[in-house]
């Protein structure tokens, strides 16, 4: 089992920036990488950004933030962050984190999530 703890949400101007992060805990040798999504109210949860946990640490963000955003690591604290910088109104959102990993009884992948932290930005 991995659990998954936020942290770093709130409220936030535009233009300005604020760093969420994400602790896992547990069984965490079983990740295979760990990732943001976030949910917007009457909107679908939507991809935020990824990073493998393996040496490479490659990184994947999506369109809609690209070069807004950036997804890092502290691998000895089993940490994960996401650097958000030119904050716009429509970054408004729980954000959630999530780990995908395999599970102990026939390694298959099996995904972890966070509880999720509110942002809110203001214009």
């Known amino acids: 089992q991995v659990q998954l703890v936020e942290s770093g949400g709130g409220l936030a101007q535009a233009g300005g920036s604020l760093r969420l992060s994400c602790a896992a805990s547990g069984s965490t040798f079983t990740i295979n990488g760990m990732g943001w999504y976030r949910q917007a109210p009457g909107k679908q949860r939507e991809f935020v950004a990824h990073i493998t946990s393996d040496s490479g640490a490659m990184t994947t963000e999506a369109a809609s933030v690209k070069g807004r955003f950036t997804i890092s690591r502290d691998s000895v604290k089993n940490t994960v962050f996401l650097q958000r910088n030119s904050l716009k109104p429509e970054d408004t959102a729980v954000y959630y984190c999530?780990?995908?990993?395999?599970?102990?009884?026939?390694?298959?992948?099996?995904?972890?999530w966070g509880q999720g932290t509110q942002v809110t930005v203001s214009s």
């Open positions: 999530k780990a995908n990993a395999y599970n102990m009884v026939d390694y298959g992948p099996i995904d972890y």
